[in-house]
């Protein structure tokens, strides 16, 4: 039983390069959404999905892009990576009837 | 602006007392959910209370919540080395989606 699976768990880029963190779930989730983790911020929303075929932006969505390529999976991309884009990335699906979230192991990014 | 802003920051008691996290939060909301993650890890939901529900309980955990004063609280009674981990509280606010506070570490030493 996977849940939310989160690829790469570790990844060091250099400033201006690109990367996608791909996220997928197993639960049927209706709901996905990227959160960026800093130390002493909690968590904010870079982007979420209400349901395929449609994305929103969140509390801070600048430099990202996403991807909702079918239910199951929901993608992040940084299209040129810069130092403040160091953090930890977090995936996350709900479904619609209670909203409890299902969070992924998460992706540790260094922007060097 | 975050909803949710948890107290304290950081926490640190001895193997079997209880640990008590407050939560206070800005506009209506139609649940508060109470997460936990331990380091390096994911946040994993602990207990959901609806706007209607003033207490619940879940195992040694028990969270309140005063719309009134627009705040929660989670208690973990009789706490153990296991629960030594970050805790969030998350606000539900009517279709919106969750706002996460900035938690508060807990340390149980044993």
């Known amino acids: 039983n996977a849940g939310v699976t989160q690829t790469p768990k570790f990844q060091v880029l250099k400033t201006g390069q690109s990367m996608t963190l791909q996220c997928a779930q197993d639960?049927?989730?209706?709901?996905m959404y990227w959160y960026r983790q800093d130390p002493g911020m909690g968590l904010r929303l870079i982007y979420y999905s209400a349901s395929e075929g449609t994305t929103d932006k969140g509390e801070v969505p600048n430099g990202y892009n996403v991807s909702r390529l079918n239910k199951r999976e929901f993608s992040l991309r940084l299209e040129s990576a810069a130092p403040s884009q160091t953090s930890v990335y977090f995936c996350?699906?709900?479904?619609?009837?209670?909203?409890?979230?299902?969070f992924g192991a998460g992706t540790r990014l260094s922007v060097l | 602006s975050q909803q949710g802003e948890e107290d304290p920051q950081a926490l640190s008691i001895q193997e079997g007392e209880n640990a008590t996290m407050n939560c206070s939060y800005k506009?209506?909301?139609?649940?508060l959910q109470w997460y936990r993650q331990n380091s390096g890890r994911g946040l994993v939901h602990l207990i959901l209370i609806r706007s209607n529900e003033r207490e619940k309980h879940s195992g040694r955990l028990r969270v309140t919540l005063d719309t009134s004063k627009k705040s929660s609280s989670l208690l973990i009674t009789a706490s153990r080395a296991a629960d030594t981990a970050s805790y969030f509280c998350a606000t539900d606010n009517y279709g919106q989606n969750f706002v996460f506070g900035p938690g508060t570490r807990l340390s149980v030493l044993p």
């Open positions: 996350a699906s709900s479904d619609w009837a209670q909203n409890i979230q299902y």
């Open positions: 506009t209506s909301i139609n649940n």
């Open positions: 639960m049927n989730h209706n709901s």
